[in-house]
């Protein structure tokens, strides 16, 4: 039975989906168990919610046609906003209230083939002294039972901006987010730089140490 209320609740969804993209509907609620579909015509808005009030899909337009996934979380912080299951029914990507994302992996777009003007970093170690790593709490952060808010570590954006422009993605609010995986072949390389000074200077003191013994061996004598 519960199977069933599923695929008639699925394929009524499909109908209104089909019906709300080819004919312009007023706006209403429509109850299919317990579960609410919102059509509202003229700004091209549809809603589907949970009988919890949690809305699962939203799709909206403000002037042409945008497509996206909105999930409210009703609880704390802690609680799940979004989720994805695998064939398996493994969690495998997870979202909550507080913006923690969690998941099995974390692969980014890097083919050459989508890449121009390819040419080596070399060091930037003059700029990342420049870059001050900060430790801070979230103004958003609830305490957690009893215990003070969460300490997190990262950067300013403002500030990296400073040094690394290129690292800073702004929205159209103004508010600024850091790619934090971009600042990995900076620190390579410059690891590598320091490595190879460190081995130079090495050198330079294994020829020093074999010209004093020989010195030593000469007096010796």
Sequence with gaps: MKNLHLFTFSITIISFLAF?????????????????????????????????GE?????????????????????????????????NWHNVFEVFGSGVVIANGQALTSDSIYKEEIRPLGSEFDKLMKINAKQYKLKADEKREGKEKKTHYGFI?????????????????????????????????????????????????LEIEKRLAKLELKKSK
Aim: aromatic share 8%; hydrophobic share 35%.
């Design 157 to 205: 954006a403002q500030e990296l901006e400073e040094v690394f422009p290129d690292m800073i993605f702004t929205n159209e609010e103004g508010i600024k987010s850091i790619f934090y995986t971009e600042l990995i072949p900076v620190l390579i390389e410059a690891v590598k730089a320091q490595q190879a000074e460190i081995e130079s200077q090495n050198k330079q003191l």
């Design 55 to 87: 809305l699962l899909y939203q799709q909206y337009s403000t002037g042409s046609w945008t497509y996206g996934i909105t999930a409210r979380v009703n609880g704390n912080n802690n609680q799940r906003g979004f989720l994805v299951k695998n064939h």
């Design 20 to 52: 709300f993209s080819v004919s312009p509907v007023k706006a209403q609620d429509i109850d299919v168990d317990n579960n609410r579909i919102r059509l509202r015509a003229g700004t091209g808005h549809l809603q589907l919610l949970s009988n919890n």
